[in-house]
């Protein structure tokens, strides 16, 4: 058996352009594949951007046929592949989740729990996270706000997650803050903390990019720039995590 590897992807979302950031997307998935990637994260709503005004025109169902060309490559090439979208409800508001893509096309959903004031008005609440099972790891699923309540990764700690992965759409104001407490929950809970922040401009924020990882004891292994458009990537080696920075 390969060793695990799972990746945060940093793009630049272009909002409203679903096409041009499944474009974006797949190009990234193509670098974690040549790397032997076998999870790669995305940022928050990263396939439509954080335009909350638009985001319920442009909400996906679970099997939307937009999501075909992931589940195309995931089958071929077994990776599973997180990604941020609007998701429906049958409530007047939609999710601001994360669909899972599975390395047999099937596919599920994480919905965000905690929102931001300004999010409410726009979107309804999750109310369970998310786990699944690569390997011999479990991973956790979080959005953004989700990171801001040290109880979101705790619980995940309570489930036997060993590994807390965050699509985040963070601000150079917010960032300082936001990754100390990532590190503070790698150490506390003993989990790899993967954090996937776009790169520019998306809805009214100016997301810092400099994506990272921290290892089980809070040192942060790899982190890349604000401009970047590059993957963030932890391998398992043995019982280490190796950082690595790739280029899309």
């Not at 790397?35 to 099997?63: C, H, M, Q, R, W």
């Not at 599920?108 to 996270?129: A, C, M, N, R, W």
Request: glycine share 6%.
């Amino acid at each position: 058996m390969q060793n695990l590897k799972i990746a945060a992807a940093q793009i630049s979302i272009k909002d409203g352009d679903v096409e041009a950031n499944i474009a974006s997307h797949l190009n990234a998935i193509a670098a974690a594949i040549k790397k032997n990637v076998s999870v790669i994260v995305f940022p928050e709503l990263s396939l439509t951007g954080y335009s909350l005004d638009i985001a319920g025109k442009l909400a996906f169902s679970e099997n939307d046929f937009r999501l075909n060309p992931f589940r195309e490559l995931s089958k071929k090439h077994k990776v599973t592949t997180v990604i941020g979208v609007p998701i429906k409800s049958s409530n007047r508001k939609p999710y601001i989740g994360a669909i899972r893509i599975t390395n047999s096309g099937e596919t599920d959903t994480y919905f965000k729990i905690h929102l931001h004031s300004t999010e409410v008005q726009y979107f309804s609440y999750g109310l369970e996270p998310h786990q699944f099972r690569i390997q011999d790891e479990k991973i956790g699923l979080a959005i953004c706000a989700d990171i801001t309540h040290a109880s979101h990764p705790s619980k995940y700690k309570e489930h036997g997650v060993s590994i807390y992965a965050a699509g985040v759409i963070i601000s150079e104001n917010g960032y300082a803050h936001e990754t100390s407490l990532l590190q503070n929950y790698a150490k506390e809970n003993q989990m790899l903390v993967v954090m996937a922040n776009n790169s520019g401009l998306t809805g009214t924020i100016h997301s810092c990019g400099q994506s990272a990882i921290w290892s089980p004891n809070g040192e942060c292994i790899v982190r890349i720039g604000k401009n970047d458009q590059a993957l963030v990537i932890a391998e398992k080696i043995s019982d280490c995590w190796v950082g690595e920075k790739v280029e899309i």
